[in-house]
């Protein structure tokens, strides 16, 4: 199967357009965090709703202005960046994840397209740069010391378990980010509330991240037993404690403490923030660690 | 005593411990990922014990390199697992008392709930209810007196139990598995050679499950035909098949072969077993013709000692043929050794390969004649000579060039060694699991558990009309939801509207 070039061009053009534009976008939610007002009243509580009642047009201030252009270079980011996956596929004529700089693609991009789903939801879009650093650092990372030329991939990933697993895997991933980031605000806000005013309460912080684990940990778990589905094929074993299996064994167990964590007294809170970091650190240490140092059956997914 | 047994049960059963007990699994599990494993490679955990001296034997002595299979590991999941069934058993009863019961009784003050709302409606109070049962439909209800109380939810307790009980059944499986199983690997010749899953001796490597002595294995055998690779430009492989003949089951009695095209991630499944096909290599044939005319003709696999060219290293080993003394065979055995280029990158006189497929293949032989060693007893590498044999001098070096198909060396007494062919090997794997299907069975439960019990949400609904003194009705919506974090507020507010009929009034 010969590979597109022009296509894999276009798709290199529409990642660092996205890239581009994923940063423009985190300059103006920083521009709106840096001068924007702390809220005088407390966030709608516990039980009220979750949608954000925005204010009249006239009454936007500047600043808002600016969170909202920020929000829509998001959106804009995100699009483009769709777009560079799929050029990706079609030009080497296969699932656009198939290595660790088109894996890493599609988990930014899920973290993305969360983020934008929760802006919707609750009332947060200034923490907008706080959540897209991290994406865009691994953007970066993976357009530069990661990339990798569009290529067909090698007889053990030819099968349609790749394209299931693996994006099953990947999004679940990207999704588990965000809950990352909130957890570490979290911290901060609860540690010490009137050092940091402009962030959203603990309250709403740690919704969140609950909300995003729980919808990402089911689909996490999936992931694991897909992979162990197509390892039964590949491998001859359905699970054989390979590097990359152990450490995503190893972080679903911590996830399942945070769920635990939120039901046990002593626990909720920040040692339940603290499980959700944990867990987040570990899928970023599989992610490069496990990939680019250990060798593993998994390696050959790296670059 | 007694007292004693159940703060330990209790203590063991608490959330709390469980929760350690999730942490401590994770903190053990890791040093697998870390440090090299001896089921995965033994030989790199060889190479790590001897380069850390004394810190390596005592990770050794203490199962680091074996954590899956150590005590202390195997300590936690039993552990966690009793803790879970102490956990579980009360909570299943309370599960069955649940769905008998009735959803509860109104409270009296309903604006004291997190989720609250009233109007007055110019209706009965009974009109009232029966709006409010038909916004409720589907719901679990109890009507009193002038109230209406309603649950709905009892799925996400369902849910969260099957997670746990698949859970626990899927270790019980695997465990089972690990006592049942077998695994064995073994390199067969293309175009015809044969294996048979007869016994342990017919495998390179056996790994048996624990309670597996490999006296009754599934027997099935299969046959070799044409194995195919593709590549791409820069030798990246495309695709591997085998074409391979088998026979299992009925067709062993009466010899019947059934065809099937053996790829990587496509196992032949058969009885219960599967064949998976692994790798491949390539096999020269060398053909030595021997001073008194009689010839022998041998081939033996080489490794591939890169992946990327396929280039091979390998040794092929000949007897002396019509001796009978052992003296003097032992002083002329002759061992082709060296590397083969599949398609061969000269560099003056050295050979290297620069493309894994066959393209006029050239071998780079080493000849040695003397004592191969294969007589003592020890087993030896099929791969290459004994290289003690060399250092004693029993084992010399006679000659060395590079030959094309069909090429010959002569050695110094009229020995003639040819290159003749080369054809491809394969290896296999046979894996026996007889638990796999259960313990996807249970993966299966664990997600669908999972997904129920983290979406559906538990959660109460109440509501009261009250006759007011000017004749109109004064209808009460209260709701709570029993898991904590719900976003339960968005359906009440739309059922609150439904019942108290806000659009029309």
């Given amino acids: 199967m010969p590979v597109d070039e022009t296509l894999a061009t276009y798709s290199d053009w529409l990642y660092r357009s996205a890239l581009g534009v994923y940063l423009f976008a985190v300059l103006l939610y920083a521009v709106e965090q840096a001068f924007a007002r702390a809220p005088r009243k407390a966030m709608a509580g516990a039980g009220g709703p979750d949608i954000l009642t925005d204010a009249p047009k006239s009454e936007l201030t500047r600043t808002e202005r600016i969170g909202r252009m920020g929000a829509a270079m998001t959106v804009l980011g995100a699009v483009l960046h769709l777009g560079s996956l799929v050029m990706r596929g079609l030009s080497a004529g296969r699932a656009p994840w198939g290595n660790m700089y088109e894996y890493m693609s599609l988990l930014c991009l899920a973290a993305v397209v969360t983020w934008i789903v929760l802006m919707a939801k609750f009332p947060i879009r200034r923490l907008g740069a706080f959540v897209l650093t991290p994406i865009l650092v691994l953007l970066f990372l993976g357009g530069t010391v990661l990339y990798a030329e569009s290529a067909p991939v090698q007889p053990a990933l030819r099968s349609y378990w790749l394209v299931i697993h693996v994006s099953v895997i990947s999004i679940s991933s990207g999704m588990l980010l965000i809950p990352g980031v909130t957890s570490i605000l979290y911290l901060l806000k609860d540690t010490n509330s009137d050092r940091f005013p402009k962030l959203p309460s603990a309250d709403v912080l740690d919704r969140m991240s609950y909300r995003t684990t729980v919808l990402a940990f089911p689909l996490f778990t999936a992931g694991i037993i897909l992979g162990a589905i197509w390892a039964e094929a590949a491998w001859g074993r359905f699970w054989g404690w390979d590097p990359k299996e152990t450490v995503a064994f190893v972080s679903w167990v911590v996830y399942a403490a945070y769920l635990h964590a939120r039901a046990t007294a002593g626990w909720r809170g920040r040692g339940a923030a603290w499980i959700n970091i944990a867990g987040f650190a570990l899928n970023v240490f599989n992610l490069f660690f496990i990939n680019l140092v250990t060798s593993g059956l998994h390696s050959y997914a790296g670059l | ?505």
């Fill in chain 2, 1 to 505: 005593m007694i007292a004693f047994l159940r703060n330990t049960w209790r203590g063991l059963t608490s959330m709390r411990t469980a929760l350690t007990l999730l942490f401590l699994l994770a903190l053990a599990a890791m040093p697998g990922a870390l440090l090299p494993q001896l089921s995965l490679n033994a030989a790199k955990v060889d190479e790590y014990v001897a380069q850390r001296g004394w810190w390596g034997q005592l990770l050794l002595k203490l199962g680091f390199f074996e954590v899956y299979a150590t005590p202390w590991f195997a300590a936690i999941y039993l552990l966690l697992f009793t803790s879970l069934v102490g956990c579980l058993l009360p909570r299943t009863w309370e599960y069955f008392k649940q769905m008998r019961a009735k959803p509860v009784l109104t409270p009296r003050n309903l604006s004291r709930m997190p989720h609250h709302s009233q109007a007055e409606l110019d209706v009965t109070p009974d009109e009232a209810l029966a709006r409010a049962k038909k916004a409720m439909r589907g719901w679990r209800m109890e009507t009193g007196e002038g109230t209406v109380s309603a649950e709905r939810g009892f799925l996400r307790e369902t849910g969260n139990l099957v997670f746990h009980f698949a859970l626990l059944g899927l270790l019980v499986s695997f465990a089972l598995g690990k006592m049942f199983n077998y695994e064995g690997q073994v390199i067969v010749q293309a175009d015809g050679g044969q294996f048979c899953n007869g016994g342990i001796f017919n495998y390179d490597q056996f790994r048996p499950g624990l309670r597996v002595d490999g006296t009754d294995l599934t027997p099935f055998c299969v046959e070799i035909g044409k194995f195919t690779a593709d590549y791409l430009d820069n030798g990246q492989p495309v695709g591997y098949q085998a074409d391979i003949r088998y026979q299992s089951g009925d067709d062993l009695t009466s010899n019947t072969w059934k065809p099937y095209t053996l790829q990587v991630n496509h196992p032949l499944r058969t009885e219960g077993d599967r064949l998976y096909l692994l790798g491949h290599g390539y096999t020269p044939t060398f053909t030595v013709t021997f001073p008194n005319g009689e010839k022998r003709t041998q081939g033996i696999q080489w490794l591939p000692t890169n992946q990327l060219t396929l280039a091979s290293e390998g040794a092929t080993k000949f007897d002396p043929p019509g001796v009978t003394d052992s003296e003097t065979r032992r002083k002329n055995q002759i061992a082709v050794t060296g590397l083969l280029a599949p398609t061969p990158l000269l560099h003056g006189s050295i050979l290297n390969s620069k493309f894994p497929a066959l393209n006029n293949p050239m071998v780079a032989v080493d000849v040695y004649r003397g004592d191969l060693g294969v007589d003592d007893g020890r087993g030896q590498s099929i791969f290459s000579i004994d290289q003690k044999m060399v250092e004693q001098g029993r084992l010399a070096k006679v000659a060395r060039k590079n030959l094309a198909l069909g090429e010959e060396i002569v050695l110094d007494d009229g020995t003639k060694v040819r290159f003749d062919a080369v054809n491809d090997w394969v290896s296999l794997q046979v894996s026996h699991d007889p638990t796999q299907g259960y313990v996807l069975a249970f993966a299966i439960l664990i997600i669908l558990g999972l997904g129920v019990s983290l979406t559906v949400k538990r959660r109460r609904v109440w509501v009261r009309a009250t006759r007011l003194e000017d004749g109109r009705t004064l209808v009460e919506v209260g709701g709570l939801a029993r898991t904590d974090q719900a976003g339960y507020g968005e359906e009440f507010t739309r059922l609150a509207r439904a019942v108290l009929n806000e659009e029309k009034s």
